[in-house]
């Protein structure tokens, strides 16, 4: 069964798709995918939705939120999160450092006096609140065999436990998921603020973005019924609700598509902290860049968010493993779209379910929002700025080439990628380039004398034309 809800917004009017070709055959591109996957895989139910920039632009239930009552799926169905709690663990942790409360780089101790480990090292420093968050800090994934019995520690029982882990690696040596580091660092939220994981959450997340549908360890009426792997023989249990305890920092989170297209929206705002404004801009920009990469260098870790890179594109999210519930959700920060992928199987796949949802319906829906970025026109006078540039480093060459000018280093190994001059107006460019090296978003000018070019002169280091 399918549930389709369609939200006022940019592309949709009324409940009703505005007229665009591409997006409505991505829609039904990815709705005939989705549905194969649910058909060919047994998959009990998913949400999907889409978000540009602050609106939620398309949601999709796909199967049922309950088999054996046969309740479908709708945007307003609710999920265990699970990991997807990190993010709001981390959110608060920024919000007390702007408020002066919290600092990142200090060590855990400072703010939970009982808080020791074995190190893995004997010199190794101390474990801050920073490597929490990035997954730096070495500590064990777990906090005991929670995930075997669907038994979690109370907050007691993990100050107890504490001093008996045994830290697999130095601080910073290496990224290591921890489930556990993401507890402590909810216990100090709680800590600094006086406040409950849970309570601080909806005084300070859910309310000043109207998550109302979103909860902490809840076995709320809405929740889709959970479901394990599928066996051999076809069949799927039907998992308990668990409840996390102590451990609800790093995975105790319930919510819906909805709500977490307004978490998403969030992450799109810029201004100063304050009500919806849940970061200052340049705390949600510290929150989605790489801190700590994978060994392998194909992905790292921010501020509670996890990044990859795919071909030319970033993506920033999180995903969530919970018993019967699989979720994650991916967005681009440049391009202000994301997507969130919700289930009720604990073998769904939800991260390849967002990314060919990103790929078919996101793709859409992001260049039928992309805005064309203003241009100044091509002058054919700025032919005369074409020419060899020599400085007591090297030659440069500027090529005009197809109504634009590019900067090539003489004697250079390659030609992939060359630096490009984006004109300003007013004879001013800017040198624009696939990396940060050179002068990369610095203006360009050049100095004329007697009719010629005489000098080009790149943020503040100038080279001087060679005569033809």
């Known amino acids: 069964m399918l549930l389709t809800r369609l939200l006022p917004g940019l592309l949709f009017v009324s409940g009703a798709v505005a007229a665009d070709p591409e997006l409505d055959g991505a829609q039904r591109l990815f709705t005939a995918w989705m549905e194969g996957q649910m058909t060919s895989k047994g998959l009990p139910g998913a949400v999907v939705g889409v978000v540009a920039d602050q609106k939620l632009v398309w949601a999709k239930g796909f199967g049922f939120a309950d088999v054996a009552a046969k309740k479908p799926m709708a945007p307003t169905t609710q999920f265990r999160m699970a990991s997807h709690s990190k993010l709001f663990t981390a959110t608060a942790i920024m919000q007390l450092r702007e408020q002066g409360k919290v600092r990142l780089d200090d060590p855990v101790v400072k703010y939970l006096p009982w808080f020791q480990v074995k190190p893995a090292a004997a010199d190794d420093p101390p474990i801050t609140v920073e490597d929490l968050l990035m997954h730096g800090s070495g500590l064990p994934r777990e906090a005991g065999s929670h995930w075997s019995t669907l038994q979690f520690p109370t907050a007691e029982e993990l100050k107890n436990l504490m001093p008996e882990r045994q830290a697999a690696f130095s601080p910073e040596v290496r ?6 580091a993401y507890t402590i660092a909810g216990m100090i939220v709680e800590a600094v603020s006086g406040e409950t994981w849970a309570a601080y959450l909806q005084n300070h997340i859910f309310n000043p973005l109207g998550m109302a549908a979103s909860s902490v360890d809840q076995p709320v009426t809405g929740l889709a019924v959970g479901y394990g792997r599928r066996m051999p023989d076809g069949s799927r249990a039907i998992m308990p609700f668990v409840d996390a305890k102590g451990m609800a920092p790093a995975t105790g989170l319930t919510s819906t598509v909805e709500d977490m297209a307004r978490f998403v929206s969030a992450q799109f705002r810029r201004g100063k902290m304050g009500g919806a404004q849940l970061l200052s801009t340049g705390s949600l920009r510290e929150m989605h860049r790489v801190r700590m990469l994978e060994t392998n260098w194909t992905q790292g870790y921010a501020v509670g968010f996890s990044v990859r890179r795919e071909k030319d594109k970033i993506y920033v999210g999180h995903g969530g493993s919970y018993p019967g519930y699989m979720t994650q959700t991916y967005f681009r920060p440049d391009d202000k779209i994301g997507v969130i992928v919700l289930t009720n199987a604990q073998d769904a796949a939800p991260a390849e379910i967002a990314m060919q949802l990103m790929n078919s319906v996101g793709e859409a829906v992001a260049k039928a929002q992309k805005t064309p970025a203003a241009t100044v026109p091509w002058d054919p006078a700025w032919s005369r700025f074409a020419g060899v540039y020599r400085s007591r480093f090297g030659d440069t060459q500027v090529v005009e080439l197809n109504q634009r000018l590019v900067v090539l280093t003489l004697g250079g190994p390659t030609l992939e990628n060359p630096l490009q001059l984006t004109p300003l107006g007013e004879g001013r460019f800017r040198l624009d380039g696939p ?34």
Do not use: C, H
């Open 435 to 468: 990396t940060g090296g050179a002068a990369v978003g610095e203006p360009v000018r050049f100095v004329e004398s007697g009719g010629r070019v005489t000098r080009m002169i790149t943020g503040d280091s100038f080279a001087d034309r060679v005569p033809q």
């Open 175 to 180: 990224w290591k998921y921890s489930n556990l």
